[in-house]
Nanobody, 127 residues
Framework: DVQLVESGGGTAEPGGSLRLSCVAT????????LGWYRQVSEIGREGVAA???????YYANSVKGRFTISKDDTKNILHLQMNNLDTEDTAMYYC??????????????????????WGQGTQVTVS
């Protein structure tokens, strides 16, 4: 079965750092478009970052220069390194992977939230 499980969330002070992990099972994550999203209550889910199979990345303007998305192919884990955290980064963070669609580009999938698989989320609180 295809499964994504996030971890690494918690509480951090403004200016601090956290590293989120997304463990993938049932597929090799390095072969697919991958992304991170976050959601604050009822406002809605917001794209944070995405990475293509070749390593190309996309970031929301609000996190550029502070967050880094990366893959650990050996352990089959997707990471989101978050530095210089701000209170506005407080949210539930979700990882996502596209494992079925092949005709759409990763940027299109990311911008339109068309990922087929989603994790359950990990809470990040900056205060």
């Amino acid at each position: 079965d295809v499964q994504l499980v996030e971890s690494g969330g918690g509480t951090a002070e403004p200016g601090g750092s956290l590293r989120l992990s997304c463990v993938a099972t049932g597929f090799t994550l390095g072969r697919y478009c991958l992304g991170w999203y976050r959601q604050v209550s009822e406002i809605g889910r917001e794209g944070v970052a995405a990475t293509e199979t070749d390593g190309s990345t996309y970031y929301a303007n609000s996190v550029k220069g502070r967050f880094t998305i990366s893959k650990d192919d050996t352990k089959n884990i997707l990471h989101l390194q978050m530095n210089n955290l701000d209170t506005e980064d407080t949210a539930m963070y979700y990882c996502a992977a596209e494992t079925t669609r092949r005709r759409l580009g990763c940027r299109t999938i990311y911008e339109n939230q068309l990922f087929d698989n989603w994790g359950q989320g990990t809470q990040v609180t900056v205060s």
